[in-house]
């Protein structure tokens, strides 16, 4: 609207001027080498204009004709552009499609168009993935990280090859790379912190932590910076209990729930000799998540304490928690530690019914030290065996004995108490080796082992039954040790009553029974 409002002003001011010009005519008298001309202002106007018209218009073709080699030179890159940008297009979604022979002609095609172009040296290095050339790969990879405008998408391809063929310390380094130059990036920090953690390098990843920092919400960084802390600590307590203390205090702070932090936090500062300060952490955590370590702690806390005052304080923690099997098991086992038999075998009677293997275990216990009953003590531990598992330590289906900082695949507080999805065969759980010495990968999850046996542990009861009916000897492979376990399936629970010792013993008669089963 403004625009055609200044356009019918202008008009305006032409036709005034020119009306004005119009009612005053006058003569315009041009006397040059003896020539004279004589004419009208509107004609000399007029023709001014004309004339510069003319020699813009010759301007022009003499410009034009000057540039042209320039103009057909921008064309003909505008062209190849259009071209390169389309063969880059159609190759990303052939590589996306996984259609390698199209993907290899697009990328020829773009190479050959615009070899300098970053999308070009991605569609190659993604064509070679494609093709499974990790030479070709890398090399396009290592031309992305030496540009200035594509160096992180470069490392990160590298990072990933590194990886791949199994050279963790490379991989690494390009992480430690890509984190220097760009701290904001994710892929790398993770790498790098998770990296220090398996290393054991626990206050280098406390320095990446901070820096870290703004990326990270407020929880998040608080949860983190806390199971760290509280790695440090641990790795610290036999050598620097001062510095322990003080970092399983500010973990505490950070996290007052994770049970590692407030376990150790209490351990150190009853040593100290503040109880108080100590009760009151291990209640916090208690009332969050009941843990028998933090009941193992709050039992000792007074050194020297008699059985009975440790029981009493046990009992008080557990009321905290009504109906916790973590508070009757608690109970228990300070109960038997008092000889307060009836004490103990009340707190185990809810659970007795179907128990755990803690439950069942503890109850075989009572029988030998309250009844000196060996039978019974040896059905519940036959009960034990086959009994359903108890919360543990858990990530990424594997166990573990105690609290680890870093999972097997190399994820930071990854473990979490929590009852297994399946149950562990065989021997208990082996006792894990410090993380700082086990060189784990980081990167993409590797695939439990565990998973390719559970079928397997399905199958085998009824092949071995089989086998003995059959009268072959069975065979049972050695287990292989493992620094943490991964879970298999258990059977179900037959009780400490499923055999009857007046039971009459199945008949097999030929042709038919197990025989007709099993066939």
Known sequence: MIRLVLFLIVVGALALGAAWLADRPGDVVVTWQGLRIETSLIVLGGAVLV????????WSILRGIVRSPLTLKRHLSHRRGERAYEAISRGLVAVGAGD???????????????????????????AAQLGGDRGTADSAFRAMASRADTKALGLRG??????????????????????RDNPSLGWSGKAVLEFRCITGDWAGALALLEGQKPALDKDSYRRQRAV???????????????????YALEAVKLAPTLVPAAALAGRVLAEGGELRKASRVINKAWEAQPHPDLAR?????????????RLKRIEALAKKVPGHIEGALAVARAALDAQEFAKARSALASFAAAPSRRVALLMAELERAERNDEGRAREWIARALNA??????????????????????????????????????GAAVIEPEPAA?????????????????????EILPSRRLSEQLQGKPET????????????????????????????????????????KIFG
């Open 51 to 58: 004339a510069m018209a003319f020699v813009a218009l010759i």
């Open 100 to 126: 390698l022979a199209a993907a290899r002609k697009h990328t020829a095609e773009a190479t050959r168009l615009a070899p300098a172009e970053p999308l070009a040296l991605l569609l190659g290095a993604q």
């Open 158 to 179: 590298l990072f990933i090859e590194a990886q791949r063929r199994g050279d963790h310390g490379g991989a690494y380094a390009f992480a430690e790379e890509a984190a």
């Open 228 to 246: 760290l802390l509280t790695a440090h600590a641990l790795a610290l307590e036999d050598t620097d209990r001062d510095s322990a203390k003080a």
């Open 297 to 309: 702690v709050f039992a000792d806390l007074r050194f020297g304490d008699a059985a009975r005052d």
């Open 388 to 425: 359903a598992p108890d919360p543990t330590w858990t990530a990424e289906g594997h166990t573990s004995e105690r609290w680890l900082p870093v999972s097997p695949g190399g994820h930071v507080d990854a473990f979490e108490w929590r009852v297994p999805l399946r149950g562990i065969a």
């Open 437 to 457: 010495a086990a060189p784990i990968a980081i990167g993409p999850e590797p695939k439990s082992e565990s998973a390719a046996p559970a079928t397997a542990a």
């Open 476 to 515: 049972r492979p050695e287990p292989k040790p493992e620094p943490v376990i991964p879970l298999i399936q258990i059977p179900d629970d037959p009780g400490p009553d499923a055999i009857e010792e007046n039971e009459p013993p199945i008949e097999r008669e030929a042709g038919g029974g197990w025989r």
